[in-house]
């Protein structure tokens, strides 16, 4: 039975832990994502969970001791943001190379420097690289449902891998929607009991984890860990299906609104993706044939189907909230446009937006569908706009 | 029971022979002495610092360590452990697992005085069940031979040559030991492998077996970064403690025990020219800094008399 609740996107995701029961929390406080440490800790005081907290020093600390948690058999779970993640970037690559199913949420916030606690994308795409699946999420219900289905996916055996649940800092951290939150009772039975191949606390057998990899083996396995992140999409689509028969919401490697016959489409992430939606549906109702294709998952990329899916489409603006600083467009651009190479008569250009919490309203989401609609009839146009910069 | 090394070293290896540590080398010997003192019908966890313990002891696919074991990185050690306490504490209450399972980190002095201190520091004051213990050789040896806060003064490392200018390291080594006491927890100690290894046994037994963190600082010589012959392991440490370079004492519950006293104690002087890492000090034209330096023993010496209430 759904039950409606109106939750914060912090508050929603503290509950999907309650109601997962980790055996291990470990986290240190960062603006925007505290609030989910903080609940957690307050469920753990009042004995709702029986959970082992684990307040570290540092998130360096907080990630080294998910992986002494993962690795020892206990399903284990973070939160941060930033340049929590930052300091935590070491320890993402061995999290993941030592396939260790860790859930993170991560409140996305601007990367310092200039410090600023407001949110953009530099902190998630930062870590692109780092092994861990990706899945993003425009509202609070999305972050609440990514998180519980992160779960299933990173302990699937064809996969083991960490995974972060991103979403918008502020945004959708703290702003509060209504949501519909599962039973804890269908929570539980959904994720299941963890059930690790091989953990250090296994009485039957001792192993020996992280060891010294010379050039004989180091290679083979990588080439393991990029096949689970290959094999995690059609995973990622299974644990969706099963969770679409429990909640009747469904979810995709991506979203697409209006998409089918669009002529003109934007591509971007989490909660501008809401507002995309509202000028999409006011341009067409003045003929403008507009689309959206919002990722919900950047790792693994679904290169294949969003060709498939944007293949039609005339002309796109991918809307990255990070530099990225390769100096020829965001990352979310990079990725699209090598997704769709080779493709004749599309027009793509990079738009930077909302860096460092940088407001983005309908009207600067409107013109980026008009320039759309005139580099169409004059082929002229930047390859890189910044949306809504002070010039 | 009284110690009886007869005794001790039949208890089975959990370190097996085979590794890729030097002769000569303190910190194996540290190691073994530190597992046996588990007791056999006990498993445990281990974790390391990324350092020569585990780049020797854990090369792919090969492994010395009969327990379980995890090495992550270099500054973590600690982080690491505590972590692997926190699921078993978890999966005990949750009736998963009912046994005894005792949890210890190793890191050499680059992983627990300098990067890793942070993290060490953290988990002690947590009250994690774990033992850390320190196999200390006083420099950043796996990277060969870098100066660490542990390095002693005036010694030769390569990034605190002796040149014409300078004779070494010109700062005094960082008392880790004092640094982890004053934490309050139950148990810390400074100790060697040495003779019969009763001190450093009887410490680790009272480590693992306290309820609560427990910090081991161990003394193990590198011959590599201190340039002595290899057989000559056991006679430097105990010249290390027979100096009071490196005295031998525990902190329980707050209280400072002196282990051992030397019956005679050996100038400093004797403990440095085994060691080729002081051999700029013994050219001729140093001698005022061997002099300083037995300044420094003696005062950390006299400091550490009153602590223990000894005089």
């Given at each position: 039975m759904a039950i409606r609740e109106k939750l914060s996107g912090n508050e929603a995701v503290a509950v999907a832990m309650k109601q997962i029961e980790p055996d291990v929390v470990a986290a240190f406080p960062i603006t925007p994502s505290t609030e989910v440490p903080q609940y957690f800790s307050q469920f753990v005081a009042n004995g709702q969970v029986d959970t082992e907290f684990v307040a570290v020093e540092s998130e360096h600390s907080a990630m080294s001791a998910c992986i002494g948690s993962q690795a020892a058999g206990g399903r284990t779970m973070t939160a941060t943001s930033s340049n929590g993640m930052a300091l935590m970037w070491e320890m993402l690559y061995i999290a993941s190379s030592l396939r260790l199913p860790i859930v993170m949420a991560l409140v996305n916030r601007a990367l310092s420097g200039p410090i600023n606690i407001h949110n953009d994308h530099s902190d998630s795409m930062g870590a692109r690289d780092s092994g861990w699946i990706q899945l993003y999420s425009e509202t609070n219900q999305e972050a609440y449902d990514n998180f519980i289905q992160a779960v299933r996916i990173g302990e699937h055996t064809d996969v083991l891998l960490p995974v972060m649940v991103c979403y918008d800092g502020f945004i959708t951290s703290h702003a509060v929607e209504n949501i519909e939150i599962l039973e804890d009772g269908e929570v539980k039975d959904f994720v299941g009991e963890y059930e690790p191949l091989h953990y250090l606390l296994d009485r039957e057998r001792a192993i020996s984890l992280g060891a010294l990899d010379l050039p004989s083996i180091y290679f083979e396995h990588k080439r393991g860990q990029a096949q689970a992140m290959i094999n995690a999409k059609q995973v990622i689509l299974d644990v969706a299906a099963e969770y679409e028969r429990l909640t009747g919401r469904r979810y995709g490697l991506f979203e697409e609104y209006m998409l089918s016959d669009a002529e003109v489409a934007v591509v971007v992430l989490n909660s501008t993706a809401g507002t995309t939606k509202a000028v999409v549906d006011k341009l067409r109702s003045r003929g403008i044939k507009a689309g959206l294709l919002k990722p919900?998952?950047?790792?693994?990329?679904?290169y294949d189907e969003i060709r498939e899916a944007l293949g039609h489409v005339k002309g796109i603006a991918v809307l990255d909230k990070a530099e990225g600083f390769s100096g020829a467009g965001g990352p979310l651009f990079t990725e699209v446009g090598s997704a769709l190479q080779g493709i004749a008569n599309v027009e793509m250009t990079s738009y930077i937006y909302g860096l460092g919490g940088r407001d983005v309203t309908v009207d600067h989401i409107e013109s980026v569908f008009m320039d759309l609609k005139d580099r169409l009839a004059d082929g002229k146009g930047n390859k890189i706009t910044y949306l809504g910069i002070h010039e | 029971m009284a110690y009886r090394f007869k005794d001790t070293s039949k208890i089975p290896e959990r370190l097996s022979g085979g590794h890729r540590m030097c002769a000569g080398c303190g910190a194996p010997v540290t190691v073994r002495t530190v597992l046996r003192a588990?007791?056999?019908?006990h498993r445990a966890v281990i974790s390391s610092a990324t350092g020569c313990l585990e780049v020797s002891t854990c090369i792919y696919p090969y492994t010395s360590w009969h327990d379980s074991f995890i090495h992550s990185a270099f500054e973590n050690a600690a982080a690491t452990i505590s972590g692997v306490e926190a699921a078993y504490e978890a999966l005990k209450r949750r009736g998963k697992i009912d046994e005894e399972v005792k949890f210890i980190a190793f890191g050499g002095d680059g992983g627990t005085y300098d990067i890793g201190l942070q993290s060490l520091s953290g988990a002690m004051e947590r009250g994690h069940k774990i033992t850390y213990v320190c196999y200390d050789n006083e420099a950043y040896m796996n990277t060969g031979i870098q100066r660490s806060s542990s390095t002693p003064l005036y010694a030769n490392t390569t990034t605190s040559p002796a040149g014409q200018q300078r004779f070494g390291k010109v700062q005094f080594k960082k008392d880790l030991t004092m640094i982890m006491a004053a934490h309050d927890i139950p148990y810390v100690a400074q100790s060697a492998p040495y003779r019969n290894m009763k001190d450093l046994y009887e410490k680790s037994k009272k480590a693992i077996y306290t309820d609560g963190p427990a910090f081991l600082n161990v003394l193990s010589p590198c011959p590599r970064g201190w340039r002595y012959d290899t057989p000559k392991l056991m006679e430097i440490i105990g010249l290390a403690i027979d100096s009071c370079v490196w005295p031998l004492y525990e902190v329980e519950g707050g209280k400072f025990r002196l282990t051992h006293r030397p019956k005679e104690k050996v100038p400093v002087r004797e403990y440095l020219k085994m060691q080729g890492r002081f051999s700029?000090?013994?050219?001729?034209?140093?001698?005022e800094h061997i002099e300083e330096i037995q300044k420094i023993v003696d005062s950390r010496w006299e400091r550490l008399l009153e602590l223990c209430e000894e005089s």
């Open positions: 919900r998952v950047f790792r693994p990329f679904p | 588990i007791e056999p019908e700029h000090l013994f050219n001729g034209e140093n001698e």
